[in-house]
């Protein structure tokens, strides 16, 4: 059995868009190239509600399709389910951003150690980049923190 990728498009998101329309792009390349829905074996489709509706559907006929969200999203919620562990690393990182961000004088004591990378929830793996920034120079973190007055 040989596998093939037979189509890939990227569709443009309106507001009409939904899992009919998706259901019926997968349909009509399978019947492009004459192939069954019991002939799919894999379907890679974002993680948006009506992708995974759509998922859903393809796989009541092909059942022996594997569906799998975005793996770039899949990534993301993997950071995100690791945070969700770390609260204490967490407000680590979310108070240094609230003292420095805003602050130029307090931004300039990172200047030995460079900046925090900034946290951007919509940024994927910006998380987890932040966690090793910490963990390289946590020590000097809690040095500029002690010279910081409050």
């Known amino acids: 059995m040989k596998n093939f990728l037979i189509d890939c498009t ?3 998101i309106d ?4 899992s009919d329309l998706v259901l019926r792009f997968v349909s ?3 019947t492009k190239y004459d192939i069954g829905f019991d002939q799919l074996s894999l379907i ?3 993680a948006a509600r009506y992708m995974i509706k759509t998922g859903i559907e ?5 059942i022996n399709c594997f ?3 975005c793996f770039a999203h899949l990534i993301h919620n993997c950071g995100m389910n690791i945070k969700g562990y770390f609260e204490e690393v967490n407000k680590v990182i979310s108070c240094v951003k609230a003292v420095t961000i805003k602050n130029k004088s307090n931004s300039m004591k990172f ?4 900046n925090p990378p900034s946290v951007i929830v919509t940024r994927w793996s910006s998380w987890l980049k932040a966690t090793m920034y910490y963990c390289k120079n946590l020590p000097k973190v809690r040095k500029i923190f002690n010279w910081m007055q409050y």
């Open 10 to 12: 990227e569709l443009e």
């Open 15 to 18: 507001q009409s868009m939904n």
């Open 28 to 30: 009509d390349a399978l």
């Open 44 to 46: 890679l489709l974002d």
């Open 58 to 62: 393809i796989r009541k006929r092909a």
């Open 67 to 69: 569906h799998v969200t």
């Open 111 to 114: 200047s030995t150690i460079g």
